[in-house]
T-cell receptor, first 116, second 113 residues
Framework: DTGVSQDPRHKITKRGQNVTFRCDPISEHNRLYWYRQTLGQGPEFLTYFQNEAQLEKSRLLSDRFSAERPKGSFSTLEIQRTEQGDSAMYLC??????????????FGPGTRLLVL | DQQVKQNSPSLSVQEGRISILNCDYTNSMFDYFLWYKKYPAEGPTFLISISSIKDKNEDGRFTVFLNKSAKHLSLHIVPSQPGDSAVYFCAAHVQGGSEKLVFGKGTKLTVNP
């Protein structure tokens, strides 16, 4: 399977705990995105990497959130001191630098987070 | 400030009939519009896109129409099949920079046998 993969698929945590999610993009895709989808909403952009550089962050990404892509391949998204409002589906998408006509992003299956 | 709007949260059609899903946008800087399909517990899957310089794009049973003056696009599915039942998201591509996508809230399509 050469699609975007995400781990874990589901995470239940207690308020105040830290969680970390991982995304493995399609091989050789330079660009990687994180989105968050809450109930009844479409995916909302959180942050974007080109290779290992984080080039854009949404104002939705509070200082409790941090994302990394240390070697320009997989990425991690960490949420510190989780709050109930962080409960959502966290989606990762990737895109090649060239040949991506119209910005067609390829999405992973998502990580569903529930904060109790 | 929602830049991409899908005003119908749900749509129900009979198998074999046409499904029409609508989307409105407010930002003239979008250069491509895309439709994604999402099944429960899966990520969105790309369906079809259209450049802002076109007014129609067709791919098999799926056709997207763009009316730039009205800032409106629609997805037509003909004929509709039960397997098309899913949530459909309209997305707009932000040209330059991160090239992020801005999504609408989605329309849940149910195709009844």
């Amino acid at each position: 399977d050469t699609g975007v993969s995400q781990d874990p698929r589901h995470k239940i945590t207690k308020r105040g705990q830290n969680v970390t999610f991982r995304c493995d993009p399609i091989s050789e895709h330079n660009r990687l995105y994180w989105y968050r989808q809450t109930l009844g909403q479409g995916p909302e952009f959180l942050t974007y990497f080109q290779n290992e550089a984080q080039l854009e962050k949404s104002r939705l990404l509070s200082d409790r959130f941090s994302a990394e892509r240390p070697k320009g391949s997989f990425s991690t998204l960490e949420i510190q001191r989780t709050e109930q409002g962080d409960s959502a589906m966290y989606l990762c998408a990737s895109l090649p630098t060239t040949g991506s006509l119209g910005g067609t992003q390829y999405f992973g299956p998502g990580t569903r987070l529930l904060v109790l | 400030d929602q830049q991409v709007k899908q005003n119908s949260p749900s749509l129900s059609v009979q198998e074999g009939r046409i499904s029409i899903l609508n989307c409105d946008y407010t930002n003239s800087m979008f250069d491509y519009f895309l439709w994604y399909k999402k099944y429960p517990a899966e990520g969105p899957t790309f369906l079809i896109s259209i450049s802002s310089i076109k007014d129609k794009n067709e791919d098999g049973r799926f056709t997207v129409f763009l009316n730039k003056s009205a800032k409106h696009l629609s997805l037509h599915i003909v004929p509709s099949q039960p397997g098309d039942s899913a949530v459909y998201f309209c997305a707009a591509h932000v040209q330059g920079g991160s090239e992020k996508l801005v999504f609408g809230k989605g329309t849940k399509l149910t195709v009844n046998p």
